[in-house]
């Protein structure tokens, strides 16, 4: 079992930055990939952005490409998310997810609780 931890949420005005963690433990770390997806109000929970195992690879989707980062510490067995310039649209609750495999269609199999992001216009 992995356990995922997320943290770093709250509320932002538009345009501005947050950076959201999520702490790993259970099974070693660096042997799962990581995700980050999010659930707005009403809406379906989509994909946000992906790492692989030692970081040299991401996947973003385009609604935050260029403005989301996804970075990972293996020493520290987190995950993070840093988001800046952020728009009401990106108001959602975000959770963490971690997969034994790498790429956009693969099946997370631990998930984090959540985290709330709101982002007031």
């Known amino acids: 079992q992995v356990q995922l931890v997320e943290s770093g949420g709250g509320l932002v005005q538009a345009g501005g930055s947050l950076r959201l963690s999520c702490a790993a433990s259970?099974?070693?770390?660096?042997?799962?990939?990581m995700g980050w997806f999010r659930r707005a109000p009403g809406k379906e929970r989509e994909f946000v952005s992906a790492?692989?195992?030692?970081?040299?690879?991401?996947y973003y989707a385009a609604s935050v490409k260029g403005r989301f980062t996804i970075s990972r510490d293996n020493a520290k067995n987190t995950v993070y998310l840093q988001m800046n310039n952020l728009k009401s649209e990106d108001t959602a609750v975000y959770y963490c997810?971690?997969?034994?495999?790498?790429?956009?269609?693969?099946?997370?199999?631990?998930w984090g609780q959540g985290t709330q992001v709101t982002v007031s216009s």
């Open positions: 997810a971690a997969a034994l495999d790498f790429g956009l269609s693969v099946k997370y199999d631990y």
């Open positions: 259970g099974r070693p770390f660096n042997n799962y990939a």
């Open positions: 790492i692989s195992y030692a970081g040299g690879r991401t």
